[in-house]
């Protein structure tokens, strides 16, 4: 039997589907942006194409640009589209709690066992830059919502989720993890 909370979050036995948090304003910028980036890229390809053998300087310097210029264009493109068609994984199974941060069935996927799993909460930072008082996003930036330590490391899922999303979560995980 299938539950749902809120919009973003499913849960269907020992596992749970939370849809990814879009802003709207970031993606449309961020389609712009890459828009210009990759006809950016492109002319710089050409122009090393035709300045390799006449200034080495110039394609070297277009080189190591281009480099930069694939890093940013992976960063945008790969925060389009989880914006639309990310989402996290969460499942238990034989004491371990797998994460996987999915778009398109690609993604890494994290294990975790649920004995070293400490202190699982629902946060949202009092007076955070980045979300109002429900959590919801501003400026396109994302508070974690969901937080739990392991061995040394505080691990966060379910960016941007509205607090009482986060609370009902938690404390399904609460109940799974305990």
Do not use: H
Request: hydrophobic share 45%; proline share 3%.
């Amino acid at each position: 039997m299938t539950q749902t909370i809120g919009k973003r979050i499913e849960i269907d036995g020992f596992n749970v589907q939370i849809q990814s948090a879009n802003n709207i304003f970031v993606s449309a910028f961020l389609s712009f942006w890459l828009t210009g980036w990759t006809f950016g890229g492109i002319f710089a390809i050409r122009a090393l194409v035709t300045e390799w053998t006449k200034n080495f300087g110039a394609a070297l310097f277009l080189l190591f640009w281009l480099c930069g210029w694939v890093l940013g264009e992976s960063f945008a493109l790969a925060t389009i589209l989880w914006g639309f068609f990310g989402k996290e994984i969460l499942s238990v199974n034989q004491g371990v709690l797998t994460i996987k941060r999915d778009i398109f069935g690609l993604g890494p996927r994290r294990r975790y066992d649920i004995i070293k799993i400490t202190n699982l909460r629902a946060t949202v930072p009092a007076n955070s830059v980045t979300a109002d008082q429900y959590n919801r996003p501003k400026y396109g930036l994302y508070s974690g919502a969901i937080y739990f330590d392991y061995e040394d490391k505080r691990i966060m899922i379910g960016a941007g989720l509205p607090k009482p999303e986060a609370e009902e979560l938690a404390a399904f995980l609460k109940g799974i993890v305990r």
